[in-house]
T-cell receptor, first 111, second 112 residues
Framework: SQQGEEDPQALSIQEGENATMNCSYKTSINNLQWYRQNSGRGLVHLILIRSNEREKHSGRLRVTLDTSKKSSSLLITASRAADTASYFCATVSNSGYALNFGKGTSLLVTP | DVKVTQSSRYLVKRTGEKVFLECVQDMDHENMFWYRQDPGLGLRLIYFSYDVKMKEKGDIPEGYSVSREKKERFSLILESASTNQTSMYLC???????????FGPGTRLLVL
């Protein structure tokens, strides 16, 4: 069952611009993760933010979490063409093992 | 680096065939997962295994079975392939107690 929903579904920007993607989820969480998927490939883990954290950075990535609004955002600064991919947020399912993914945001960065 | 490999990148099968998708991970991970990914539906969990010989149904197990005889290998079996099983299949693994999953490159299956 899906837990997260990303917004927007698609985003097109130019190199050097910032890209912001949002994720909303439904139930309480211990942590939220973001993954990237290049076209036709597997998913790659980007960053994990715990429920007691409000903001986390990793290189050009900045993730925020607002548990009161059940939402998270992923900011990619100074985008590059190589950032072109789909981005998914994920939360741990009720089983405690698997992840529930949203449908993703498709990001296109043009030179 | 964690490596998760899947036996095929592309596979074409006929309706009614028995199909085996293999996944191998090299990091001694306890948990392994099979997802399918379809446009507009995102990733959906088919089955997972939390240990050798242990398996649990996910959200869409119908028409599938799994096998985990060895810790490093998790197989997805389509007992009698149907056209609605045409999809991208993604295998993932993780070590127990850690949240991050590591994905294979995916198998794109076409059932004719």
């Amino acid at each position: 069952s899906q837990q997260g929903e990303e917004d927007p579904q698609a985003l097109s920007i130019q190199e050097g611009e910032n890209a912001t993607m949002n994720c909303s989820y439904k139930t309480s969480i211990n942590n939220l993760q973001w993954y990237r998927q290049n076209s036709g490939r597997g998913l790659v883990h980007l960053i994990l933010i715990r429920s007691n954290e409000r903001e986390k950075h990793s290189g050009r990535l900045r993730v925020t979490l607002d548990t009161s609004k059940k939402s998270s955002s992923l900011l990619i600064t100074a985008s590059r063409a190589a950032d072109t991919a789909s981005y998914f947020c994920a939360t741990v399912s009720n089983s405690g093992y698997a992840l529930n993914f949203g449908k993703g945001t498709s990001l296109l960065v043009t030179p | 680096d964690v490596k998760v490999t899947q036996s095929s990148r592309y596979l074409v099968k006929r309706t009614g065939e028995k199909v085996f998708l293999e996944c191998v991970q090299d990091m001694d991970h306890e948990n392994m997962f099979w997802y399918r990914q379809d446009p507009g539906l995102g990733l959906r969990l088919i089955y997972f295994s939390y240990d050798v010989k242990m398996k649990e149904k996910g959200d869409i197990p119908e028409g599938y079975s799994v096998s985990r005889e060895k810790k490093e290998r998790f197989s997805l079996i389509l007992e009698s392939a149907s056209t609605n099983q045409t999809s991208m299949y993604l295998c993932a693994s993780r070590t127990g107690g850690r949240e991050t999953q590591y994905f294979g490159p995916g198998t794109r299956l076409l059932v004719l």
